[in-house]
């Protein structure tokens, strides 16, 4: 069964709306992204029923994060595989953004030589006004300020 691009990313936003945590959308992915690779499987299946593992949740940040990208920034994106480099007119030319080696854009930063993680470093560019960035934000405000 194919599904056309804009059907799929009608699919995403509703599946993104419904989570009211990054951390939950990030399980929920997780278990979909197994299902449909339990339902790829040649030959006799055999269902996972085992907690989620750390890869899995780090395939699916990935993922989400990519779509939600691409859904926002797909010229941008595009630029940097084929050019190198983005068009002056970008909104984005000012935060220096590149293709990290998860295939996410990272902004550039003047934290290139601090002893941070890569992470820190080189943040993934996300849009403010998507549900995603809410629900991240939201984690991320509510885990350092001790709310959990």
Same mark, same amino acid.
Not at 62 to 75: F, H, I, K, M, S
Not at 119 to 132: E, F, I, N, T
Not at 133 to 138: G, S
């Given at each position: 069964?194919? &599904?056309g691009a ?7 936003a +509703? /599946?993104w709306?419904?989570?009211s @945590?990054?951390h $939950?959308l990030l399980r929920?992915?997780s278990w &979909?992204?197994r299902?449909l ?6 030959? #006799? +299946?055999? !269902?996972?029923?085992?907690?989620? +593992?750390? @890869?899995?949740?780090?395939?699916s940040r990935?993922a989400?994060?990519g779509?939600v990208q691409?859904?926002y920034?797909e #010229?941008? &994106? ?5 050019r ?6 970008s909104p984005l030319?000012?935060?220096e953004?590149?293709l ?5 854009l990272?902004a550039?930063?003047? /934290?290139e030589?601090?002893? /941070?993680?890569?992470d820190?470093?080189? #943040? !993934?560019l996300l849009?403010?006004?998507h549900? !995603?960035?809410?629900?991240? !934000? +939201?984690e991320t405000?509510?885990?350092k300020?001790?709310l $959990?």
């Amino acid at each position: 069964m194919a &599904i056309g691009a804009k059907h799929g990313e009608d699919l995403l936003a +509703r /599946l993104w709306s419904r989570y009211s @945590s990054w951390h $939950r959308l990030l399980r929920g992915v997780s278990w &979909i992204r197994r299902f449909l690779h339990w339902r790829q499987m040649e030959g #006799p +299946r055999q !269902v996972d029923k085992s907690r989620l +593992r750390v @890869s899995e949740l780090q395939a699916s940040r990935a993922a989400v994060l990519g779509c939600v990208q691409r859904e926002y920034y797909e #010229p941008e &994106i595009k630029d940097l595989k084929e050019r190198g480099a983005l068009r002056k007119t970008s909104p984005l030319i000012s935060l220096e953004p590149h293709l990290g080696e998860d295939g996410l854009l990272h902004a550039e930063g003047r /934290l290139e030589k601090a002893p /941070l993680m890569t992470d820190s470093k080189y #943040p !993934v560019l996300l849009p403010r006004d998507h549900h !995603v960035t809410e629900l991240i !934000v +939201r984690e991320t405000h509510e885990n350092k300020a001790g709310l $959990r």
